[in-house]
């Protein structure tokens, strides 16, 4: 885990693990998923919060555009966050 712009952020490499385990796992330890599988998003839409799902809505880009995304949509992130409601937020 570490810090990214007062964001704490862990990384679970999904190779080798199936989709139900990430879930499973985000869900027992209140993790958020950030991720740009579609998968997780349909999972969202089944089984609801938690965990929240965020998903990146884009196509073969760099990490760099990721983290550009992230930081460009921070508030929106922080809002979604604090949302107890919300179990899914989509960025494009």
């Not at 139900?20 to 991720?35: E, F, G, M, R, Y």
């Amino acid at each position: 885990m570490f810090e990214t712009s007062g964001l704490p952020v862990q990384t679970t490499p999904r190779s080798g693990r199936g989709l139900a385990a990430v879930w499973d796992d985000a869900k027992q330890n209140a993790l958020t998923i950030v991720s740009k599988d579609g998968d997780f998003h349909q999972r969202s839409f089944l089984y609801g919060y938690p965990p929240k799902v965020i998903w990146i809505r884009r196509g073969n880009c760099s990490t760099t555009v990721i983290e550009r995304m992230l930081r460009d949509h921070h508030a929106d992130i922080n809002a979604f966050l604090a949302n107890p409601v919300a179990a899914f937020l989509a960025l494009a």
